[in-house]
């Protein structure tokens, strides 16, 4: 009954509760909220554990903490991996969101997660759990690639097939929709943590140089390239040599990283083509007319779409804001849930 | 060579008409010396579509983030970085909304109890039971101290005061009470008259240690001794007699409807009524009450429910 008091001095949230980033949609207020999924915990005598920085702040540690402060990230593949730890940031995150118009009472807002498609009963009932622990009055589950094609302006609700593929830090979520549902969807474990594997990997196979992870997302941020350019582009990083254990620095050009890249993006051109394979012939016709639409942080990857489209033979479109596509998505869901009704997308 | 430093640029916002962009692309195309046929093979799409590109045909293409992509995709053909690296927006693309709402007719029939409306209308509806509850309460405990005050009454008479206005004191000061139908009809004497000739019977002829026969023994013949007896009954006891072993509440009503006697009554209270046959009386707490009927004691208890009884003592 408090509970829903309180909800009247709440937002109704969207939460693209993503590996590498969270970004938060108010209701009627638009993208509030876009930090690094990532919490700093400090070790204190005794045994206890106190957060000391969440979300930007705490992600400039990463890598570079003493030995009582550890950041970590939550979230693996597109689900839980730190449960406390996951409920304590989703806390920080609705506390911070609110706390520029309702300071009075702790939020309790109506949430929408969206969560993998590939997620398990299990991990969608942990992340469920997890919002409710951190205050939410409400949760309600929409798979990604739905809340993706929603964001995306797609016309999801047509009689047609409309394919999307949301590249996230975790995964990759390929799926055909048709009248608001989703005819066939595909989750893959690949994402831009594993662009980032696999760029420290090729660094120290190559030039027997360790990097961090913020490292290897700063290149793979400039130069990295999915498909060959006539135009090469460099860039100076700086890394500890392992033979002679000091710090050196030297240059990558795009065309390494390329290389460095194959690996996962074999991965994901292999899931879009069997996506394509098990899509019913009639969305498949749709398809091959009007292309699949990237979405998602991997979607900014350069030239990607132009790999894709060599590998298909379709035509590959990027969304707009890409990285944003997913919470945006799940807000427009949530305001037509209000409308329509819930069981419009089948959300959980 | 790009510095770590380097910061994405800010993307910004494009305006710009589908026929406009067009031409200016197939001016680049003419320009490059390219075919219809190789730009569509490089961009993946049928060469109807990208002449309706050109020719800025919007109606023949796809709604507006798939042809807001075909254009991107074309501009990239020729490096145009005024459309490829801002967010391009096409004012004279369909835009289609993601989501119609035909199917809307089904699902609008179902109120969720979350709704606005559902939720103000259910918080107006407890509102108006607590004011109709509060309301009835007001009522009830106005209602109570009218029945205690009657119920005062009711005491007062008792005590000497005639309980109703019909009840006329003779000149005895024992009140006028009506007898039974059957001694009616036997045509009694006028009862100050039967009341002295049962006086004198008694001290001279009726042994002190008989006891009174109970009325519906009485054998209705002969008919004047019998009816003196009965009279001389009522004389001593009165019609009907309540005895409280427990506090109860009390409620007696006579034939006529007049109400007897009404009220709370402590223990060790006793109450003498008077008033036509039959009464009808409510009991609070029937175990804890007796209840005399012309002396005899009159069984209750199978019109006791929950403790409360209510039934009608009388021929």
């Not at chain 1, 939410?136 to 797609?154: S, T, Y």
């Not at chain 1, 890409?322 to 807000?331: E, F, I, L, N, Q």
Request: with cysteine; charged share 25%; net charge negative.
């Amino acid at each position: 009954m408090f509970g829903r008091f309180k909800g009247f001095f709440s937002y109704d949230i969207s939460i693209d509760l993503g590996t590498a980033n969270t970004l938060i949609y108010v209701r009627g207020e638009g993208i509030v909220l876009d930090e690094p999924s990532v919490v700093a915990i400090r070790n204190e005598h005794g045994g206890t554990k106190r957060i000391t920085a969440v979300g930007r702040d705490a992600k400039l540690m990463l890598g570079k903490t003493p030995g009582n402060i550890e950041a970590i990230r939550p979230m693996k593949d597109g689900v839980i991996a730190d449960f406390t730890v996951t409920e304590k940031m989703l806390q920080h995150f609705i506390r911070k969101v609110h706390e520029k118009k309702f300071k009075l009472f702790s939020p309790s807002p109506r949430v929408l997660i969206c969560v993998p498609c590939g997620a398990t009963q299990v991990e969608r009932r942990a992340i469920k759990e997890s919002a409710v622990g951190a205050g939410a009055r409400e949760v309600f589950l929409i798979e990604e690639p739905m809340a993706a094609a929603i964001g995306a302006n797609m016309p999801v609700s047509d009689a047609r097939g409309s394919m999307v593929l949301d590249i996230g830090g975790g995964t990759t979520e390929i799926a055909v929709i048709s009248l608001n549902g989703i005819v066939y969807s595909n989750s893959v474990r690949i994402g831009g943590d594993r662009f980032d594997e696999s760029i420290i990997s090729y660094v120290r196979r190559n030039y027997g140089t360790l990097i961090g992870e913020s490292t290897a997302e700063r290149i793979k941020h400039s130069i990295g390239s999915a498909y060959p350019s006539t135009e090469v582009r460099e860039i100076e990083v700086r890394g500890r040599n392992l033979a002679e254990g000091i710090p050196r620095s030297f240059t990558l050009n795009s065309n390494e990283i390329l290389e460095a890249l194959q690996e996962p993006l074999s991965g994901i051109v292999t899931a879009v083509k069997s996506a394509l394979e098990l899509t019913p012939p009639e969305l498949g016709a749709d398809i091959a007319e009007r292309g699949m639409v990237l979405t998602g942080g991997g979607a900014l990857l350069r030239d990607l779409d132009r790999l894709l489209m060599e590998e298909t033979g379709l035509p590959v479109i990027v969304a707009e804001e890409p990285m944003t596509c997913v919470a945006r998505g799940g807000g427009r869901a949530l305001e037509i849930m209000d409308e329509h009704g819930g069981e419009l997308f089948s959300l959980e | 060579m790009i510095s770590e430093d380097a910061e994405i640029a800010q993307r910004t916002m494009v305006h710009v008409t589908l026929s406009e962009i067009g031409q200016q692309l197939k001016r680049a195309r003419s320009e490059a010396g390219l075919t219809l046929m190789k730009v569509a093979s490089d961009l993946r799409l049928s060469p109807a579509q990208v002449e309706a590109i050109e020719e800025g045909e919007a109606d023949k293409l796809p709604p507006g983030p798939f042809v807001r992509g075909y254009v991107r995709n074309y501009a990239r053909l020729f490096d145009m970085h005024q459309y490829t690296d801002h967010e391009l927006v096409l004012d004279d693309a369909i835009s289609e909304k993601p989501v119609s709402t035909r199917r809307s007719v089904v699902s609008r029939s179902q109120s969720k109890s979350s709704d606005p409306g559902v939720r103000f209308i259910t918080y107006l509806v407890v509102l108006i039971l607590l004011a109709l509850v509060l309301i009835w309460w007001a009522n009830q405990s106005g209602h109570l101290t009218q029945l205690k005050d009657a119920a005062l009454e009711a005491i007062s008479a008792e005590s000497g005061q005639p309980p109703q206005p019909e009840a006329q004191p003779n000149q005895n000061g024992d009140y006028a009470m009506p007898l039974p139908q059957a001694q009616q009809q036997l045509q009694t004497p006028p009862v100050s008259a039967v009341v002295e000739e049962q006086r004198m019977s008694e001290s001279s002829v009726m042994p002190t240690t008989i006891t009174p026969v109970p009325e519906e023994e009485a054998p209705p013949a002969p008919a004047t001794k019998a009816a003196a007896e009965a009279v001389a009954e009522m004389k001593d006891e009165a019609l009907l007699r309540l005895y409280f072993n427990a506090a109860s509440w009390v409620q007696v009503t006579d034939a006529k409807g007049n109400r007897v006697a009404v009220g709370l009554k402590k223990e060790g209270h006793e109450m003498n009524l008077a008033g036509e046959a039959p009464f009808t009386v409510l009991l609070g707490y029937a175990p804890g009450v007796d209840v005399f009927y012309q002396g005899n004691k009159f069984d209750h208890s199978s019109y006791e429910r929950k403790g409360m009884a209510r039934f009608d003592v009388g021929p």
